[in-house]
C-alpha cells in the first residue's frame, strides 16, 4: 500500500455494512464527499477483483453524502428527516485489484427539499473502473 492521497481522512461515517471494508477514506468539500479505499481482500470476489457489490454500496454512500453535504450548504437542512435512495445504476467498466487505490468522485445534479439527483465517477488508480447515478428522497420531519 502506499499513502493515501491528499485531502483525504479516515471516514467520518461508519456502519456495520461497511466496517469489513475498513479503512475507508474521505475528503469533504463544499458540495461533495469523495470516499477513496485501498482495495484489500475482504473487498474482492473469488476472482480476486473488486467486487459489484462493494462499488455499489460505497458509491451509495458517497452519493447521498454529498447530497447532504450540499443541502447544508444551500442552507437547505431545516427539517431534515434523512436521505434514502430510491433507485440506484451502475455501469462496470473496468477491473480494479488488490492494492489500487479507489476513488468516488460524486456530482450532485438536482438538491431540492424533497428529491436529489447525483452521479458519481469511480477510478481506480485514476483509471475509470465505474460510473453511477442514484435518486435519493429527502425525507423531512414532521413538525
Not at 483509471?127 to 413538525?143: E, G, I, M, N, Q
Given at each position: 500500500?502506499?499513502?493515501?492521497?491528499?485531502?483525504?481522512?479516515?471516514?467520518?461515517?461508519?456502519?456495520?455494512?461497511?466496517?469489513?471494508?475498513?479503512?475507508?477514506?474521505?475528503?469533504?468539500?463544499?458540495?461533495?464527499?469523495?470516499?477513496?479505499?485501498?482495495?484489500?481482500?475482504?473487498?474482492?470476489?473469488?476472482?480476486?477483483?473488486?467486487?459489484?457489490?462493494?462499488?455499489?454500496?460505497?458509491?451509495?454512500?458517497?452519493?447521498?453524502?454529498?447530497?447532504?453535504?450540499?443541502?447544508?450548504?444551500?442552507?437547505?437542512?431545516?427539517?431534515?428527516?434523512?436521505?434514502?435512495?430510491?433507485?440506484?445504476?451502475?455501469?462496470?467498466?473496468?477491473?480494479?485489484?488488490?492494492?489500487?487505490?479507489?476513488?468516488?468522485?460524486?456530482?450532485?445534479?438536482?438538491?431540492?427539499?424533497?428529491?436529489?439527483?447525483?452521479d458519481a465517477l469511480i477510478t481506480a488508480n485514476g483509471?475509470?473502473?465505474?460510473?453511477?447515478?442514484?435518486?435519493?428522497?429527502?425525507?423531512?420531519?414532521?413538525?
Open positions: 500500500m502506499t499513502e493515501t492521497p491528499a485531502g483525504f481522512s479516515p471516514h467520518f461515517r461508519t456502519s456495520p455494512v461497511t466496517d469489513a471494508w475498513e479503512p475507508l477514506y474521505s475528503a469533504v468539500e463544499t458540495e461533495a464527499v469523495r470516499i477513496g479505499f485501498f482495495v484489500g481482500a475482504a473487498h474482492c470476489n473469488a476472482r480476486g477483483l473488486l467486487h459489484g457489490g462493494v462499488i455499489a454500496a460505497l458509491a451509495d454512500n458517497a452519493m447521498g453524502l454529498s447530497l447532504g453535504q450540499t443541502l447544508k450548504h444551500r442552507h437547505m437542512v431545516e427539517g431534515l428527516g434523512g436521505i434514502v435512495t430510491t433507485s440506484l445504476a451502475v455501469d462496470y467498466i473496468a477491473a480494479a485489484v488488490v492494492g489500487d487505490w479507489v476513488e468516488i468522485a460524486p456530482r450532485v445534479l438536482k438538491a431540492g427539499r424533497g428529491s436529489g439527483l447525483v483509471a475509470l473502473t465505474a460510473r453511477t447515478h442514484a435518486a435519493f428522497h429527502v425525507r423531512r420531519d414532521k413538525t
